[in-house]
């Protein structure tokens, strides 16, 4: 053979190697006489070549070998050399990418319609300008299937219409404008109160702190003049009661949040701010009018008719009014408060005094 291994079998003399496997060696045999070759034969090794317990042969048992085709495959495909491919795995046939990714985009559309069908439902049950609004989110998604970006944006648009279906201040932000409650202000009791307005002036916490636009009526820091801290005074208990119970109904009552209201020392004369206090409704301090407010003409306060009518103190040049804060003035009988013309009042006046404006504040919640 080729190799020079192996140069007869038996009678048989091998001409040449027409092929080689993991285990076997086959050869084109040819007679000692040099007559034509019979057949093709095949050498198993089992233990390692030259030795008599390493080799068999024997005719094919698939078909003989014409004489002179050297190399002829015997039948049935069968291979001297090599292994038949897995016939399980030839056959297989992957699915293809585009197969799988348009599966993909089908499933997620289904969800994303699913998710939208809540949020319509639920938002249905809302005011009606809110409803149409997600429902025109719906239709964003639907028109958007295909597209995982336009399905994702009409999914979000349709849960922040439903969050704010559930609560309409969720996504305030500091300076903004609203209208929350309703107080008499026009002064025309025949027509019931007016919508409060109210500035947003700072968003933490999941809460919006908010003062109102105006001051909406005319009060003494205390009916009697005696000294007295923010905890003790009857402004405090006004406003907690009567004017939240007026102002206010049910549902806009549990959107206010019960704020800790922390009662500093005033800063200039030291006076005691007394105990701090929970409260829905309150005034702002000295240091929350300073910190919230640009300049002093941002801080001026224009009054309402209503409290002009009850003889809130108007100053003529300007049409603004002096308002109280919380925070103690240069002694326990004066409360601080701001100017008509917006600068802070740290001495304050006589808590007594019925001329001052109240502008009430709060913190609204911002979770749905």
């Known amino acids: 053979m080729t190799d020079g291994s192996i140069k007869t079998i038996g009678r048989y003399e091998i001409e040449r190697e027409i092929g080689r496997g993991g285990m076997a060696v086959a050869g084109r045999p040819a007679k000692p006489s040099g007559t034509t070759t019979t057949g093709e034969i095949r050498t198993e090794l089992r233990s390692g070549p030259g030795t008599d317990s390493s080799i068999r042969f024997g005719r094919t048992d698939l078909q003989k070998v014409r004489a002179g085709v050297a190399g002829a ?179 806009e009552k549990g959107r206010i949040a019960l704020t800790e209201v922390e009662n500093a020392d005033n800063p200039e004369y030291g006076t005691e701010g007394g105990e701090d206090t929970e409260d829905r409704i309150f005034l702002l301090s000295l240091g929350e009018a300073e910190r919230y407010f640009e300049d002093d003409e941002d801080r001026r306060a224009f009054p309402t008719e209503y409290a002009i009518a009850r003889n809130v103190w108007v100053r003529e040049k300007t049409g603004t009014v002096w308002w109280w804060l919380r925070s103690p003035g240069y002694n326990g009988f004066g409360a601080a408060g701001v100017a008509s013309g917006g600068s802070l009042d740290f001495r304050g006046f006589n808590v007594g005094y019925y001329g001052y404006a109240v502008r009430p504040a709060l913190r609204l919640k911002m979770t749905p």
């Open 73 to 251: 495959e015997p039948a049935g495909g069968e291979r001297s050399a090599g292994k038949a491919p897995d016939a399980a795995a030839a056959g297989a046939s992957a699915i293809p990418p585009e197969r799988k990714k348009r599966w993909g985009y089908a499933i997620f559309a289904a969800l994303a319609i699913f998710a939208a069908a809540i949020g319509i439902r639920m938002a249905a049950t809302q005011r009606a300008g809110t409803a149409v609004g997600t429902a025109e989110a719906a239709k964003t998604i639907e028109a958007g299937l295909g597209e995982p970006q336009t399905v994702l944006a009409g999914l979000r648009a349709a849960s922040t219409e439903t969050a704010e279906a559930r609560n309409p201040y969720v996504n305030l932000k500091t300076g903004d404008r609203i209208t929350f409650g309703s107080y008499e202000q026009d002064n025309k009791l025949s027509n019931g109160p007016e919508p409060i307005e109210w500035r947003v002036l700072e968003v933490s916490d999941g809460s919006a702190l908010a003062v109102s636009e105006y001051a909406l009526d005319a009060r003494a820091y205390n009916e009697d003049y005696e000294s007295v801290t923010w905890a003790e005074c009857t402004l405090r208990e006004w406003l907690n009661g009567e004017f939240y119970d007026t102002a206010f109904n049910e549902e």
